[in-house]
């Protein structure tokens, strides 16, 4: 108890707080929600599962196998989560193609929300795993930018460069930008940890943290994102503001160096 | 000195008032003799002759915008809680150094513009140095009397490697903090005396609270200050040696010719100077560099991908990158050859191109003065060495930058280290070759268009019915142009045995010459150049085709 | 070397008879120097009308100069600090910098391109030639430098005074060294520090997102944790250089994909504890890849198995990562079980 009250003043010590607000709350909503409400949503949700079943025979059963256990072409998919299979889907990256090369890329996506809300919903039967985040996990209210910032810079920043413009892995494979994924995926990357980026479960990087972290990326990676001081040139880093520095800094101090050099018009003998 | 009043004295009281401060002045420091060998002297017009004045400029706007910017930078590495305008780093523990350099960038109105020129200069400064540093090298302009100069160039873009290095590394960012890191894990990779250098500099361990505050007076007095003296001297060099010139007609290996300082050149050297500056404002405006607020503040156990140095740094970047981890462990100590192999190879990679002046006049043993600049072609083995060089350098480069090319063009950053490992071997060999071959194949040219004139483009057909293509005769001009290059004949060592038949003592160092010499001078490696009967032969012998 | 040993015949024929003083074609040497070019005007130069348009365009240039800088000072005073504009291609930017950029770069841009309008059209352009000479003095000079030096090296009679020559050079060598020796005191000696950590037994695991220990079972197979040692706050003075050693990545693998034997026993069912200080040059190293169990340093790419006790398997890096052997204290949170066995961090000579 001597080291709770004296971590009573840390800047963090709101946050926990915080934390342990919202889990009553959502804790004490469990217990006295409407039961009846519950048993209809079941119904509804069996229905859901065994569309998703056909879906999943259809389109996902050659690689990951009959019952999700996973072949030598796919993974099992026995407890991965609802979230796993809505960011995986949504995002395009499954199907995947038979011959991937290093990594499955993004592609447009091939099902329907519907569809894809069905096969979450079969998967998520196989075994219980990460749901699909609501729109208040992701959303921006009550989320702190720098400490989202802070935290995106421990977790993220080697492998997605400081704001989220991707970076390379090992043997071809590589961490893809950040620009244009709706946070709902970004959390759901986080919890579920796609391909090979490992995952951010809730007990160690927790539910407002994610909620940092995507705020902290809609600030400094998105449509709307100001840099101040011109043209962005990728994010990148030195490499491509030397690459910069060389064609259009000395290229164009080059080209009026010519200028200055040539000798002017002659007129023409007549 | 009598006390009357010459007459010439007297006339120079009744002068304009512009003439008598200029009198006062030369009573007091003699303008008027360095004003008569100066003020009309002249300068060979070219614009790869202004490569230097592009350095000088930038090195100009880097310090003047320094000058600005330490009025705002505090260089601390007090720990703070930022409060400022930058809302993705509101709370936020830093230092005061990068603090400072956020208010800069957000608070002081027109801090960004001038830490953005401050920047972008640096890089341009950097890369005009290097690309000067290659004009003067493949027109040969290092041969005497211009060695020295050659030296003090060299030494202004190593020391500007460093002060980038130094004021790159002082916002105390997460990107210029990993830069540090790497700089202190080299330095205890030096055996026996690395820790205690690292300790030293650090002021204990890393990072600690100083590296700051002494890389500021590193960046801006010690570095800047030597940097300043050799520019000057540099300029001197210039101005006492006379400006080198291609050979043409009237140019002489005595005489430069060209336009005078004032007006022309005090107007096109000035007016560039603007032209410079006003390239460099309108770059700052239009392109971000160095964004640190995106970066974050510094922290040991952050990272970013992409981690690189600013460009000139980069080819340091690829050596350390490439090389393997190789590790001797004995009697209780550690050989960090996979560090230390490369923090050997870098100052090495420079010093090669430094002293390559040295070796080529030891090889032709040419001791007179050279103001004639070469073709490229005309120096095949001199040219060569220098592709060579670059392609090195730039190998490296690439590997510095592996992780963007890999993800760029989808590569796989492994095969790419690879690459760079085979082609730090190979490839400046192959460029070698390849580069002397094209010389050589432009030499023939010369000789050709001397000897058949040039390829006018017309098709004439003759009585019998062949078509040829009419060759106009070059113009006086143009022969003396073309031939006007100097070739050496190789040195030989002479008989192995004297008249009387007995054995000269041949010093290694001769063997070693006399061989380097056939590589720069045999048949192999220079086109003789067309003589005056080979031409006369020619052109009285049957007409032009 | 000097220029004796090379037979004069091997050096081309001295420059300025080849290039000849012969200023004609002649008969003889059709490759002959033929001189200068005689000097062609320029059209401003025969055309009044042309100069004075050349007047106007540098007048126009300086004048644009000057609008460009009462642009620049009114930019200055008008434009709040922190206004963001939209500009098509380059973004949301400063509004302030750009125009400061703009009109501070339009007003120098213009001077010189004013000035060197001026040099180039107005300003004569008759090619001047000026001799040069040989920077090596005349043989009479350079005998009366040394006559001159060899006078004043006799005068000051050092070379017959060995005893002043000889304390002379001893003081200049040996005063420099008070230079180096007030250099002491930049840092510390390194004794050991860089071979302990803030690491020891029974210190909690702290979760560096949470900043709360940890349970085994917070850790899941596949996720990726950052720890640092309890009781290290950001705010404490020293934070920097100790992260610098402690930081921590915690990982788990299921114990039958663990190789390394050792490296299971320190683990606390599967969960790994590696030092996230690279062991090349020392950045951080965290470039996980859950599949693979490689990690990746985003620097130099030194590549490690974390299922194979951090072993190098690619790139820059000299030795495995150092481990940190934990357990789970009686409250059931991981803790360290003793510092690293050994320096975390770049190899150093009295590693060992």
């Known amino acids: 108890m001597k080291k709770l009250s004296a971590r009573r003043r840390h800047p963090l010590a709101a946050l926990v707080v915080l934390l342990l607000a919202l889990a009553c709350t959502g804790g004490l909503y469990a217990v006295f929600a409407p039961a009846d409400k519950a048993q209809a949503d079941e119904t509804a949700q069996s229905l859901t599962i065994e569309e998703g079943k056909k879906l999943y025979a259809v389109g996902c059963a050659s690689c990951h196998g009959t019952g999700g256990q996973g072949t030598s072409d796919g993974p099992s998919l026995v407890g ?191 | 000195m009598s006390t009357t009043t010459t007459p010439e004295s007297r006339s120079r009281g009744k002068a304009p008032a512009g003439e008598r401060v200029a009198d006062w002045a030369d009573g007091r420091l003699g303008i008027y003799s360095l004003a008569k060998a100066n003020m009309r002297k002249i300068f060979p017009d070219h614009w790869s002759f202004m490569l230097g004045e592009i350095c000088l400029y930038s090195f100009l706007i880097i310090i003047l915008t320094g000058v600005y910017l330490t009025l705002f930078f505090h260089p601390s590495m007090n720990e703070v809680e930022y409060h400022g305008s930058y809302v993705p780093l509101q709370g936020q523990l830093m230092s005061e150094a990068y603090k400072s350099t956020l208010d800069i960038s957000f608070d002081v109105r027109g801090g960004l513009l001038i830490r953005q020129i401050h920047h972008w200069a640096a890089l341009v400064f950097l890369a005009g140095m290097f690309v000067h540093m290659m004009r003067v090298f493949f027109t040969g302009a290092f041969r005497k009397p211009r060695e020295i100069n050659w030296l003090f160039g060299f030494l202004l873009f190593v020391l500007g490697m460093f002060t980038g290095f130094t004021g790159y590394s002082l916002p105390d960012d997460l990107l210029s903090g990993t830069g540090i890191r790497f700089m202190e894990g080299a330095i205890l990779s030096v055996p026996i005396v690395g820790t205690y250098i690292s300790f030293f500099l650090f002021g204990g361990e890393f990072p600690g609270d100083d590296f700051v ?199 796989s950053i492994n095969a790419i280290t690879w690459f760079v490992r085979i082609a730090f071997f190979v490839a400046p060999v192959v460029a070698f070759i390849v580069t002397k071959r094209i010389c050589l194949g432009l030499q023939r040219r010369d000789r050709d268009k001397v000897l058949h004139g040039r390829e006018a483009g017309i098709i004439k057909r003759l009585p019998h019915g062949e078509f040829v293509e009419v060759h106009e005769p070059l113009s006086q001009e143009q022969l003396y142009t073309l031939t006007a290059h100097e070739q050496y004949k190789p040195f030989e060592i002479g008989p192995a045995v004297d008249e009387n038949g007995v054995r000269r003592k041949v010093k290694m160092s001769e063997k070693l010459r006399a061989k380097l010499s056939k590589g720069y001078y045999g048949g192999e490696s220079q086109i003789p150049k067309p003589t005056v009967e080979e031409y006369k032969e020619i052109t009285s012998g049957h007409g032009h085709h | ?164 020559r000889n304390t002379m050079f001893g003081a200049l060598a040996l ?133 194979d006790g951090a072993r190098v398997i690619f790139g820059p890096a000299g030795h495995a990562l150092p481990q940190l052997r934990i357990g789970v204290n009686d409250e059931g949170y991981l803790e360290a079980l003793g510092d690293f066995d050994e320096p975390v961090g770049p190899a150093f000579w009295e590693r060992g």
């Open chain 3, 175 to 307: 005063f420099p060294l008070s230079g180096v020796v007030l250099l002491r005191d930049l840092g510390p000696l390194p004794g050991t520090k860089l071979r302990h950590t803030l690491w020891s037994k029974g210190k909690l695991l702290v979760n560096m997102n949470t900043n709360e220990p940890m349970r085994p079972s917070d850790i899941i197979v596949g996720s990726l944790t950052f720890a640092k040692p309890e009781g290290l706050e950001e705010h404490d003075h020293g934070f920097q250089t100790e992260i610098a050693k402690a930081a921590l990545m915690l990982v788990r693998i299921q114990p039958d994909d663990i190789k390394d034997k050792q490296s299971l026993e320190w683990s606390h069912e599967g969960i790994l504890a590696y030092s996230k200080i690279c062991t090349h040059v020392g950045c951080p190293i965290s470039l996980y890849e859950q599949q693979t169990h490689h990690a990746l340093c985003p620097c130099h790419q030194s590549t490690f198995d974390l299922a």
């Open chain 2, 213 to 411: 505050a002494r890389f500021f007076s590193i960046h801006v007095l010690l570095l800047p200050g030597i940097m300043l003296g050799l520019v000057v001297a540099h300029l001197i060099l210039v101005f006492y040696h006379k400006h080198t010139q291609f050979a043409g007609p009237g140019k002489t290996n005595n005489n430069v010719v060209g336009m005078p300082l004032l007006p022309v050149y005090m107007a096109k050297a000035g007016g560039f100077f603007f032209l410079v500056f006003g390239a460099l404002a309108a770059l700052s405006a239009i392109a971000t560099i160095n964004p640190i607020w995106a970066l974050g503040p510094y922290r040991p156990d952050m990272v970013s991908t992409g981690a690189q140095p600013d460009w000139y740094m980069g080819f340091s970047e690829g050596l350390i990158r490439v090389m393997p981890g190789w590790e001797i462990n004995f009697w209780g100590h550690t050989l960090v050859l996979g560090v230390f192999i490369p923090l050997l190879i870098f100052p090495l990679v420079l010093v090669a191109i430094a002293v390559y002046p040295f070796i080529e006049s030891w090889v032709t043993g040419d001791k007179r003065e050279h103001h004639i600049l070469d073709r490229p072609r005309n120096a095949p083995t001199r040219t060569a060495f220098g592709v060579a060089w670059i392609t090195l350098y730039f190998v490296l480069l690439v590997g510095g930058g592996n992780d963007l090319w890999a993800t760029h063009f989808h590569l």
């Open chain 1, 80 to 270: 991965v989560g609802a979230a796993a299979v809505d960011f995986q889907v949504s995002t395009g990256r499954m199907p995947a193609a038979t011959s991937q090369g290093a990594q499955i890329p993004k592609k447009p996506a091939v099902y329907t929300q519907a569809e894809i809300d069905q096969l979450a919903a079969y998967i998520a039967s196989l075994g219980a795993g990460p749901a699909i985040p609501t729109e208040e996990q992701y959303g921006p209210e009550g989320a702190d930018i720098a400490k989202g910032g802070e935290l995106f810079r421990n977790n993220c920043a080697q492998c997605h460069n400081f704001t989220g413009k991707g970076g390379a892995l090992t043997h071809g494979k590589y961490a893809p930008s950040l620009e244009d994924v709706a946070p709902k995926y970004i959390y759901e990357a986080m919890l579920t940890g796609p391909q090979n980026m490992p995952s951010f479960p809730d007990s160690t990087l927790s539910e407002q943290n994610k909620k940092d972290v995507i705020a902290y990326l809609n600030a400094v990676n998105s449509d709307d994102t100001e840099s101040p001081g011109g043209l962005e040139l990728g994010g990148l880093g030195p490499v491509a503001e030397g690459l910069f520095a060389w064609v259009f800094g000395l290229g164009a101090l080059v080209a009026v160096a010519v200028w200055v050099a040539a000798r002017t018009a002659k007129a023409k003998k007549s």
């Open chain 3, 1 to 164: 070397m000097s220029s004796q040993d090379i037979p004069e015949e091997n050096l081309p024929a001295a420059q300025d008879t080849a290039h000849g003083a012969v200023k004609l074609a002649d008969e003889k040497n059709p490759f002959a120097d033929p001189g200068l070019p005689p000097h062609e005007h320029r059209i401003q130069d025969i055309d009044e009308r042309a100069a004075k348009r050349s007047e106007r365009t540098v007048a126009l240039l300086f004048t644009l100069s000057m609008l460009a800088t009462v642009g620049f000072i009114v930019s200055y005073v008008t434009i709040p600090v922190d206004k963001s504009v939209y500009i098509f291609t380059l973004g949301h930017i400063s509004a302030l910098n750009f125009a400061l950029g703009m009109t501070l770069g339009v007003a120098l841009f213009a001077i010189g391109a004013g000035a060197v309008h001026w040099a180039r059209t107005l300003m004569s352009d008759h090619e001047l030639t000026d001799e040069r000479h040989p920077i090596e003095a005349s043989p009479e000079v350079r005998a009366k430098v040394m006559d001159d030096f060899r006078q004043g090296a006799k005068e000051s009679a050092l070379g017959r005074r060995k005893l002043i």
